[in-house]
């Protein structure tokens, strides 16, 4: 069996059973102007990664591998979209309100779209998610059965919070997942340190953790 060189040991590639999970790339949450940046975030943090997370988008393109894209949004009448959700915190833009990019985490609008150089291509699955985690309240597990898959390898963004999230659901259901980490980051440094040591502590408790380099050339040459 094929291997990626990992911490906190190699990861045991199934080829055939892998798919790309891209998390929550969006205008929003990387773009001046959007809800990151109005929550008082640096969104530069998050731009910096779009070469490696495409790197890894191209790496499974051509590998034949799946590729599914994530964007936390909601609906229109906010029917999907708790008030403790909407009402945390004391940002200047909230949930559903009016910004710069239209309604802030709403289906359909510009800032919920994924940034243009990560786009969906034709085939590729898109999983619209009202909570940090992708499993919720989303077709993804039934996706993911349907296509007997096993392993994920995880990009995106904010590695505490919606990539964690999604790991630890993953890991619950058995799957096995690999953080892509040039490919993830948090607008906190010291975030994104604390969640790779959570993720891998106690060998790989919730997964593992790779290059971008090594996982392409892993599934390369799988």
Known sequence: MAEVKAEPFPFPLKRDKL????IDMQRDFAERGG??????N????????????KRLIEGFRSAGLPVIHTMECHRP???????????????VLRIGDEGP???V????????????????IDGEVVIEKPGKGAFYATPLGDILKDR???????????TEVCVQTTMREANDRGYECLLAEEATESYFPE???????????????????ASVNAIVEGIAHA
């Not at 798919?19 to 891209?22: D, F, T």
């Not at 009448?77 to 915190?89: E, I, M, V």
């Not at 007997?148 to 904010?158: D, R, S």
């Open 19 to 22: 798919a790309l999970i891209v």
């Open 35 to 40: 809800f990151g940046e109005s929550l008082g």
């Open 42 to 53: 640096d969104v530069s943090r998050i731009t910096k990664i779009v070469p490696d997370v």
């Open 77 to 91: 009448d906010l029917s999907d979209l708790p008030a403790a959700k909407r009402n945390r915190g004391g940002p």
């Open 101 to 103: 990019m239209g309604r």
């Open 105 to 120: 985490l709403i289906a359909g609008e510009p800032g919920t779209a994924i940034l243009p150089d990560l786009a969906p």
């Open 148 to 158: 007997g898959i096993e392993q994920l390898v995880f990009a995106g963004v904010t």
């Open 191 to 209: 975030f994104k340190r604390a969640a790779i040591a959570m993720i891998t502590a106690q060998g790989a408790i919730v997964g593992w953790v």
